[in-house]
């Protein structure tokens, strides 16, 4: 399987608790892309690397999440002290990047689920 | 900034009638639009983009989308709609001076009636 690939795919934990979902992209994407998305709702932008650099973060990524991509290929998203809040699927999405008509085709992976009980 | 409205929250057609899913975009740049896909608890599958060449776009399962930068719409049709095509679709814009980051329209829940 060539898509991007998350794990894991289902978390349940306890309120106060550390999660890390890891992402891997498609090989050779340079763009790695994170999203949140509730229930009912369309995925929201939290994040974004460039390789190894991390270009954006939204606003709605508090202290309590970070991401990192340390060799510009897998990607982690940690979630310190989980709120039942953060109860969403978290989805990550590779593109090539580059020029507009090629590079901006964003693919994403199947998505992380957490519930914080 | 940019934004995307879906014009419907819900479309109930019945199996082998035209689907019509309605999109409006505002984007301060010549925008990147897209078409997803998401089945039930899985993730995102592209149906269909478009990136200022043709404005009628061809795309994944019979679909199809026209790009009227007069009206700043995408909608989203296919001729016959099959049990399968049930799911949630979203209209997205990409800003391509931002990375390519892409914004979601709230999405179109499709439901086929036999």
């Known amino acids: 399987d060539t898509g991007v690939s998350q794990d894991p795919r289902h978390k349940i934990t306890k309120r106060g608790q550390n999660v890390t979902f890891r992402c891997d992209p498609i090989s050779e994407h340079n763009r790695l892309y994170w999203y949140r998305q509730t229930l009912g709702q369309g995925p929201e932008f939290l994040t974004y690397f460039q390789n190894e650099a991390q270009l954006e973060k939204s606003r709605l990524l508090s202290d309590r999440f970070s991401a990192e991509r340390p060799k510009g290929s897998f990607s982690t998203l940690e979630i310190q002290r989980t709120e039942q809040g953060d109860s969403a699927m978290y989805l990550c999405?590779?593109?090539?990047?580059?020029?507009?008509?090629?590079?901006?085709?964003?693919?994403f992976g199947e998505g992380s689920w957490l519930t914080v009980v | 900034a940019q934004s995307v409205t879906q014009l419907d929250s819900h479309v109930s057609v019945s199996e082998g009638t035209p689907v019509l899913l309605r999109c409006n975009y505002s984007s301060s740049y010549s925008p990147s639009l897209f078409w997803y896909v998401q089945h039930p608890n899985k993730g995102l599958q592209l149906l269909l983009k478009y990136t200022s060449a043709a404005t009628l776009v061809k795309g994944i399962n019979g679909f199809e989308a026209e790009f009227k930068k007069s009206e700043t719409s995408f909608h989203l049709t296919k001729p016959s709609a099959h049990m399968s095509d049930a799911a949630e679709y979203f209209c997205?814009?990409?800003?391509?001076?931002?990375?390519?980051?892409?914004?979601f329209g709230g999405g179109t829940r499709v439901l086929v009636k036999p």
């Open positions: 999405a590779s593109s090539p990047g580059g020029d507009r008509v090629y590079g901006n085709t964003i693919y």
């Open positions: 997205v814009v990409s800003d391509h001076a931002a990375g390519n980051k892409l914004t």
